[in-house]
Structures are given as C-alpha cells and as structure tokens.
C-alpha cells in the first residue's frame, strides 16, 4: 500500500463526514476502493432516505482501528496493517482508500508529517449544527452503525466531544490554509464532475442532504444552509 494513496478523512459526528465520502467515492477523477463496503456496515438515515453511513469506519468501538485515537503511538506497518483489513487486504493497491476516523483530527500534524504523499480531508461544520444533525439521526443509543457508545458514551459527552473536534478541525484548516469548499452540488459539478438527470438519483440523494433541500417537503427550500465545509490538503495533482 503507497502513502499515497491513503486519503485520511476527519470531521466531528453529524458533520456530514459521511455524505462527503460517499461524494467524492463516487467520481472518475480519482478511483477510489469501495471493497470495504458490505451489507453489515449499513444504517440508513430515516430523514435524509436514500442515504446511509456505509463501508468502514476506524476508530475506537468501530470495527477497525480501535488505537487509531492514538495513532501517533502506532508504526506506519501497523496503521496499514489496519486498513488493510477493511480493504480486502489491499487487493486493490492502485486504488485511493478514503480512512475514516473522528479522532484522527486530534493528530494531524502527525499523519501530515508521517505520511507527506498522502491526503487530507476535513469535514466541517459547526458544533451546534453537527451535534443537532447528530440527533437528528438518533442518539447514542440508537445509531446502529457504527457504533458510538464506546467512545462518545452518552448525548453530553458526545457535545463535549463534537465542540472540541469542531474547534481542533477549524484550527488546523485555518493553520494550514488548506483549500476550504461549501459542499454543493455546484461544488462535486465542478471539481469532481459529479452531475445527476434526476432528483430521485442516489447522487442527488447525497448532495441535496448536504445542501438541505428536501424536495417532497411543502417548502423544499426551508432547510437549505450550505453550512457543510469540505476541506482538502494534498491534492494539487488532481482536481
């Protein structure tokens, strides 16, 4: 597995972290592995139908990378050893991996200095909008996947912990001045290419939940915020 094709993804629960992901998996601009997604790494988000978290998560409680919350106390062979798990033991190595954890924004100068040739993303939107998107979608409790309790424990302290990941995420973008993106349709049109024919496409599922326009509502434009940043650090040689 090359650095470089490891895209290290972050943003605080309810960010749209995922949405994001499932965004960018979606473009021929970059070919990005999906081996990691399966029928029992699913929850579907009862208010934005048609959307789900889906493929693997990292971090600790979730299926993989349990010590990821610590990563600057692992090798770089273990950290890939990792991945590779939830990646069909790298059968894919040409193909860019999207490595999802909350937690990796608590060591980004570390993977940036660790790993230089491979991306960054960060998710970003603010603490009360995210902890609300966040319930939004069921509490602790009631998330099946993946699984939060073990880490985030109870609705307070997953606030607590959204605050603080909102602050560390927007300090780093702001440190790094990294490429900072409202993430819209106009957005995923213009730098990945990502275009749909229809409102019911599963690509307009995802972006329009981004944006907060839900067409089947009386006033479909009521929930539009465009307050769902995409953040990119690394990726000049693409797009």
């Not at 290290?8 to 965004?23: E, I, L, V």
């Not at 790298?90 to 490595?99: D, L, T």
Request: aromatic fraction near 16%; proline fraction near 3%; glycine fraction near 6%.
């Amino acid at each position: 597995m090359e650095d470089n094709k490891l895209i290290f993804w972050t943003g605080a629960p309810g960010s749209k972290w995922s949405a994001t992901a499932w965004c960018l998996s979606k473009t021929k601009k970059l070919d990005i592995d999906i081996s990691d997604r399966a029928s029992h790494r699913g929850y579907e988000h009862s208010n934005f139908p048609g959307t789900r978290h889906v493929g693997s998560y990292f971090g600790p409680g979730f299926e993989f990378g349990n010590k990821f919350h610590n990563i600057n106390t692992l090798t770089k062979n273990e950290i890939k050893d990792e991945i590779n798990k939830a990646f069909s033991n790298n059968k894919y190595p040409e193909k860019y991996k999207i490595i999802r954890c909350h937690q990796f924004v608590y060591n980004l100068d570390w993977i940036r200095d660790t790993f230089p040739t491979s991306k960054i993303v960060i998710v970003y939107r603010k603490p009360e909008m995210a902890f609300n998107g966040m319930l939004s979608i069921g509490s602790i409790a009631e998330i099946k996947y993946p699984n939060y309790k073990e880490y985030y424990k109870n609705d307070k302290i997953l606030e607590e912990k959204i605050n603080e990941e909102c602050y560390l995420a927007s300090k780093w973008i702001f440190d790094n001045d990294m490429d900072v993106n409202v993430a819209c349709y106009n957005h995923f049109k213009q730098r990945w290419g990502l275009t749909f024919k229809s409102e019911e496409d599963q690509v307009a599922k995802y972006i329009r939940s981004l944006e907060g326009f839900f067409r089947k509502n009386l006033d479909p434009y009521e929930k539009i915020r465009y307050d769902t940043i995409i953040a990119y650090h690394n990726f000049q040689n693409n797009a």
